[in-house]
């Protein structure tokens, strides 16, 4: 009874390839996020989506983009990934914006390697 | 979002009680408390918040301070599934950037057998 899935849950791809990280959810949230997570630090978020608005983060490198065709699904797709961008991206979710109460429910994750 | 401050690392018994303490000495009246969770390889997982009075869970306590600028995560027996990255969070319920978490480097808990 997985609520947040992630797609796969490992991923090479090569440096420049371009590269589509799957995130579904069956708890009907709002709100989708995904996270940009580096080895041993903290997770960083990238965007996120209330329902169909897209909200950027100011500091998000323009070679991330992110789609949501409907209220499961959210993709994020890498343009041109370097070896920077290997990381583990996480996908989460939360039924509204209002931070003080609305908890967010992640998915396990996908490690992704950039060779 | 206000900050916080946790120890690096906290090391603690299997079946004892764990007291995770985080200072926000900075917090204002509309932030919420929240702590989050890493088990290894895995995605965070919410575990508590508060605003003022004290918690419970099925998965922990929370205790706050009664000026605010402290709260305390309660494990109160400690199994080896508990070892993780604990994130203390704080979260504006009046606007702003309070649609994100912005974690810190949070506390790495381990669970001795």
């Known amino acids: 009874d997985a609520m947040v899935i992630q797609n796969p849950r490992y991923q090479v791809t090569q440096f420049g390839k371009p590269v589509t990280l799957s995130c579904s959810q069956t708890l009907n949230h709002n709100v989708m996020y995904w996270y940009q997570q580096k080895s041993s630090q903290a997770p960083k978020l990238l965007f996120h989506y209330y329902d169909k608005d897209f909200n950027n983060e100011a500091d998000t490198p323009d070679n991330f983009q992110s789609r949501r065709p409907n209220t499961s699904f959210c993709f994020l797709d890498i343009r041109s990934p370097g070896l920077g961008d290997a990381a583990m991206y996480l996908c989460a979710t939360s039924r509204d914006l209002a931070g003080g109460i609305n908890e967010q429910y992640f998915g396990p994750g996908t490690r992704l390697t950039v060779t | ?113």
Request: with cysteine; proline share 5%; charged share 20%.
């Open chain 2, 1 to 113: 979002d206000a900050k916080t401050t946790q120890p690096n690392s906290m090391e603690s018994n299997e079946e004892e009680p764990v007291h995770l303490p985080c200072n926000h000495s900075t917090i204002s009246g509309t932030d919420y408390i929240h702590w989050y969770r890493q088990l290894p390889s895995q995605g965070p997982e919410y575990v508590i918040h508060g605003l003022t009075s004290n918690v419970n869970n099925r998965m922990a306590s929370l205790a706050i301070a009664e000026d605010r600028k402290s709260s305390t995560l309660i494990l109160h027996r400690a199994t080896l599934r508990d070892a993780a990255v604990y994130y203390c969070i704080l979260r504006d319920r009046s606007g702003g950037s309070n649609y994100k978490l912005t974690f810190g480097k949070g506390t790495l808990l381990t669970v001795n057998p």
